[in-house]
């Protein structure tokens, strides 16, 4: 008689090990953060931090400290870049607020909603300062060339998707190309400054940009499934604000170009405007699920996850790698 073979359930992937390894630094840049949010203008501080105290996962600069735990790094210089990406981060956020008029961040109001639009732009404005300020102390041009061109890259990002907003024929090829800009590009420099100042070879630092750039990928994708198939509770804004305004994202890319002709007519509606109602919402929500768009969009932030734990096998075994990519393997995995 043969025994009956019980599979071993797969430990679901978190960010403990990679919070464990840069508790000690993320304390040194949280330091920096405080200390450089602050102004004479009691506005500028009480804003920032309304954003910056938030409860948000702090995954850039924390590849910073990580990338420099794996090339072996032991100076100090990686606290001030990460806290320069955090603010880069931040300063995002807050003029994103203003762009989709968002109502919620990170589960609370949003910045916009309590101190207005013209005050959020202004401190998104003053943190992207307080970056170059950073980068500049730090002294090294190769730095600098690379955070001051993730921002120009995200700004093109962010501007390529106000343009694409209610484009119901956006490409996937187009939505990438965004999402490579408006996300990844940070946290490829985010992770391949730790190279540089490490001083690692090109080919390791190609290697810690390849694993930030398919990991902001990745996040972004599972961040886009997210808003269709999790309720307000988990994701800290509203469920639908995507559709809403009209943001072509890959479930609704797939759920479109899968459709009948009267569910494309459905989608050509809701995207651009005319029905977006709650009504709307469940509509698309129910079409996204016949054609499987959620989990194909997973699958695909799964295949850019995998790219970016491969990136970084030239590296020996260690902690932070296996931290770098159990935290890639999260960010697919997470419903938050």
């Given amino acids: 008689m043969t025994a009956e073979v019980v599979p071993i359930p797969r430990k679901k992937p978190t ?3 990679m919070l464990a390894l840069t508790a000690n630094g993320m304390n040194a840049v949280n330091s920096v953060i405080l200390d450089r949010m602050q102004s004479e203008i009691p506005l500028i501080p ?9 409860g948000g996962k702090r995954l850039r600069p ?9 090339v072996g790094y032991t100076g100090d210089r990686h606290y001030k870049l990460a806290a320069a990406v955090e603010f880069i981060h ?8 203003v762009v989709d008029g968002s109502d919620l961040r990170r589960g609370k109001a949003a910045a916009n909603i309590i101190y207005g639009n013209p005050a959020t732009v202004l401190v998104g404005d003053f943190l992207f300062s307080r970056s170059f300020e950073l980068m500049t102390e730090d002294g090294s041009l190769k730095v600098l060339k690379i955070l001051s061109g993730a921002s120009a890259i995200i700004a093109e990002g962010e501007v390529d998707q106000l343009t694409a907003q209610r484009q119901i024929e956006t490409s996937e090829e187009r939505y990438l190309g965004i999402i490579g800009a408006k996300t990844a590009a940070l946290f490829a420099a985010a992770s391949r400054i730790a190279a540089v100042v490490g001083e690692c070879d090109d080919a390791q630092e190609r290697a810690l940009d390849d694993y930030g750039r398919n990991l902001g990928v990745a996040f972004q994708l599972v961040d886009d499934a997210i808003d269709y198939d999790s309720d307000a509770a988990e994701m800290g804004k509203d469920q639908g604000d995507d559709f809403r305004e009209g943001k072509m ?13 009267s569910e494309r007519k459905f989608w050509k509606n809701a995207i651009s405007g005319i029905k977006a109602d709650d009504a709307a919402l469940q509509e698309a929500i129910s079409l996204i699920d016949k054609y499987n768009a959620v989990e194909d969009t997973r699958e695909r932030a799964r295949h850019f996850a995998s790219r970016a734990v491969d990136a970084i096998s030239i590296f020996p075994d260690s902690k932070a790698r296996a931290a770098m990519a159990e935290a890639a393997h999260f960010a697919v995995a997470r419903g938050y």
Avoid: F, K, N, Q
């Fill in 15 to 17: 960010l403990d090990p």
């Fill in 46 to 54: 009480a804003l920032a931090g309304h954003l910056i105290s938030g």
């Fill in 62 to 70: 924390m590849l910073t400290l990580a990338g420099a735990e794996l």
């Fill in 90 to 97: 931040t300063a995002t956020l807050l003029h994103d607020d």
């Fill in 249 to 261: 994202t890959l479930p609704v890319i797939l759920a479109y170009s899968r459709g009948t002709e």
